[in-house]
């Protein structure tokens, strides 16, 4: 008897949620967390959010959770995203929920922040997570050691050191506290590493600093210097191979590149004497190190000047010095560079059969890609390759026709009519 009469309590239990508060404006909620002395917990959600619905329906409704967020939290939803059937209620909310988007700068929902009393954060976070890993990450958002406005008044008061500061600045970069992140990434590399000897101190942890940071490192630091040195061993301490080289020509373009041939963050329009520049790099970095370094502000200053022809001789030399990369990315990169440069603004027979070499390797198996057929197809076109040409763009059509891409089908036709007619085919922006 006394088991029945506790099953319905135990079920109630079981069956409780997170009681998201309703609020007339934001300045109620800052003010119910002052008067209760509690952190706010935002869950930052869109309609079309699939996530946030798994959220709503796995989640909030976990009864450990519910019983964490409730005891703990003033809990509020806020919609990102203004939809046809809105409630007067959410319409009420626009405005505030633009201003919460843009001060925290959500990007990615589902986002969760969780707010002091003052608006400061303390804690975040975004994605979704199944019941139990977000019970976790409430728990550590709860928790006073983690709270990162305090760090953060720690830091302003010079009570950080050591990993505390790199911890911080990263933390800072991912809640988009940009400014600040920069200063406590400077006090780290003053304080850190200007004084350990690189071989010691790289490593994976610190991998993510490095790239997050790299305006900071000029090339005169011994942590640069070694990266040019030794960037195979450089790469092996922190795991990431052809990490050493990205970094250092970021670095040597920013210090010894960019201050001559930018004006005003913008390249400038003077001529450039690149057979200077090149033995100048050559004699610090090496021959195959001045052409890697150069061949971007090539591209750049002669695509500035609507030199054409040259734009498109060094933006398939970039590709050739960078390498032909045939992942599925490295595809759609070759066959962006195919349209849109090299189609795009030449008819130079040579640029055109290295062209379709990129095709071929940007194809490779995958015969049902009707963008990329497409590409193929222009460029066989303009080679004089009539009857090919047409063979190639009919195949993409059909592709397009039964993926039922309107857009796509409507495009082709018009290409086929086109070289049919023995009409020059335009650019699809």
Same mark, same amino acid.
């Given at each position: ?9 135990? $079920? ?48 909030? $409704? ?56 003052? =608006?400061?954060?303390?804690?975040? =976070? ?22 990162? #406005? ?29 400014? /600040? ?28 600093? /490095? ?74 970095? &090496?021959?195959? &190190? ?32 960078? &390498?032909?990369? $045939?992942?599925? /990315? ?67 059509? #059909? ?21 049919? =007619? ?8």
């Amino acid at each position: 008897m006394l088991m029945c009469c506790l099953l319905p309590l135990w $079920t109630k239990a079981q069956n409780k949620e997170i009681n998201f508060q309703t609020f007339e404006n934001w300045q109620q909620v800052l003010a119910k967390a002052k008067a209760e002395n509690k952190t706010i917990f935002v869950d930052a959600y869109a309609t079309w959010c699939g996530p946030c619905k798994m959220m709503d329906k796995e989640v909030y $409704t976990n009864p450990k959770v519910a019983e964490y967020v409730n005891a703990n939290f003033i809990a509020i939803k806020v919609q990102m995203d203004q939809a046809k059937n809105d409630l007067d209620h959410i319409k009420g909310w626009y405005a505030d929920a633009t201003k919460i988007q843009k001060k925290y700068q959500i990007e990615a929902m589902p986002a969760f922040l969780f707010l002091d009393a003052a =608006g400061k954060q303390v804690y975040r =976070g975004q994605g979704y997570q199944h019941a139990e890993a977000f019970l976790a990450f409430l728990k550590t958002a709860n928790d006073p050691l983690e709270n990162y #406005s305090v760090k953060v008044d720690k830091f302003k008061k010079g009570m950080l050191r050591g990993d505390d500061l790199l911890c911080l600045a990263m933390q800072a970069k991912k809640y988009h506290d940009d400014s /600040l992140a920069v200063q406590i990434a400077g006090k780290f590399k003053k304080t850190v590493i200007d004084h350990i000897e690189p071989a010691k101190l790289l490593n994976p942890e610190l991998l993510d600093y /490095l790239a997050s940071f790299c305006i900071l490192l000029s090339v005169s630091d011994p942590i640069t210097r070694f990266m040019i040195s030794h960037p195979l061993r450089a790469d092996s301490l922190l795991g990431k191979k052809g990490f050493s080289l990205q970094m250092t020509d970021f670095i040597i373009g920013k210090d010894e590149i960019n201050p001559i041939l930018y004006k005003n963050n913008k390249i400038t329009d003077e001529v450039v004497n690149w057979e200077v520049w090149d033995k100048k790099l050559s004699k610090e970095y &090496g021959t195959k &190190g001045a052409q890697r370094l150069l061949i971007g502000y090539k591209t750049e200053w002669y695509r500035n000047k609507a030199d054409w022809d040259n734009f498109v001789k060094y933006s398939i030399e970039k590709q050739e010095i960078n &390498g032909v990369d $045939t992942s599925w /990315l490295g595809r759609a990169g070759l066959n962006n560079l195919v349209y849109f440069t090299i189609l795009k603004y030449s008819d130079n027979p040579v640029y055109l059969n290295k062209a379709l070499d990129y095709m071929h390797l940007a194809i490779g198996n995958n015969q049902n890609d009707d963008a990329k057929l497409d590409t193929y197809a222009n460029v066989l076109y303009k080679l004089g390759k009539k009857e090919e040409a047409l063979a190639v763009e009919n195949r993409a059509l #059909s592709i397009a026709e039964k993926r039922k891409d309107s857009n796509s089908v409507k495009v082709f036709r018009e290409t086929i009519e086109k070289m049919q =007619g023995n009409l020059s085919v335009p650019i699809v922006e």
